[in-house]
């Protein structure tokens, strides 16, 4: 068994299946804020042993379409079925089918008043034509246009965007200039949190994964400045204003405008 048995034997104690489990393992992927390990158990069941870095509460209900939860304690430490398949991050570029199939995950939680509210990629497992959103730590009640929107938002993290299909799964596509201000609440939001300078401050955090929240970071700048400008420029009587302010400044000083004005 994996060494963590030695250094975490209370927590055993507290999970009866994982006395007589047959294996556990480091999971490849770990998250951001858990660590995670794959455990076989007695009678040939995988589970996910997903232990937080801080102590959290646990949901008090049952989420439909959520993996089973087969064994928690009090810190938060949880032991959940685990869900063959790979992470929509990891799976990426994927087909039409896969697409209206986490549609369909997002409407099944949505249509009774449930968000996720942590749609990141590596929180939903895709395979055989069907998609599960995993890590239930933190659902909740709230408008489903946050969660679209945080979605689209991790997709552009990504390198790509919402397609048609997933709205067909979904049931209906909803006003995309509303998503829109959804979005930029939401990224404002996420850059003025707290997530950036504690990723900075765990030192358990591996370099590549460091280096993957800096670049975030830094898209996430990018993409809301380029809203800003282009709402500008959208904006009738702004246009017309910024033409005049143009026409008005020396050549040198357009040039100088050409550049960005900030590298972040």
Avoid at 11 to 16: A, E, G, Q, S
Avoid at 85 to 101: F, I, K
Avoid at 231 to 254: K, M, N
Wanted: net charge negative; proline share 6%.
């Amino acid at each position: 068994m994996c060494r963590v048995l030695d250094h975490c034997h209370w927590r055993w104690v507290l999970f009866p299946l994982l006395q007589t489990a047959v294996r556990v393992e480091p999971l490849e992927g770990e998250g951001l804020t858990n660590v995670l390990h794959l455990v076989t158990l007695a009678d040939g069941r995988k589970a996910v042993l997903r232990q937080p870095k801080v102590a959290r509460d646990l949901p008090k209900f049952v989420v439909p379409g959520a993996p089973e939860v087969l064994a928690h304690n009090g810190r938060g430490d949880v032991l959940v079925e685990y869900v063959e398949g790979r992470t929509l991050a990891d799976a990426l570029p994927v087909s039409e089918e896969v697409w209206r199939s986490i549609g369909r995950a997002f409407r099944k939680i949505h249509r009774i008043g449930l968000l996720h509210n942590d749609v990141n990629l590596y929180n939903i497992i895709v395979g055989d034509g069907k998609a599960t959103l995993i890590d239930w730590d933190n659902p909740g009640q709230g408008n489903p246009l946050d969660e679209l929107a945080a979605f689209e938002e991790h997709l552009y993290l990504h390198g790509t965007v919402l397609p048609p299909a997933f709205w067909a799964g979904y049931g209906h596509t909803p006003d995309l200039n509303l998503l829109r201000v959804h979005r930029i609440a939401g990224c404002i939001g996420w850059l003025s949190g707290e997530d950036w300078q504690e990723w900075e401050d765990d030192t358990t955090l591996k370099p590549e994964m460091l280096a993957r929240v800096r670049n975030w970071r830094r898209l996430l700048a990018s993409w809301l400045a380029d809203q800003f400008r282009t709402a500008i420029l959208e904006s009738d009587g702004l246009t017309a204003e910024v033409a005049v302010l143009q026409h008005r400044q020396r050549p040198e000083d357009r040039h100088e405008h050409r550049r960005p004005q900030h590298s972040q």
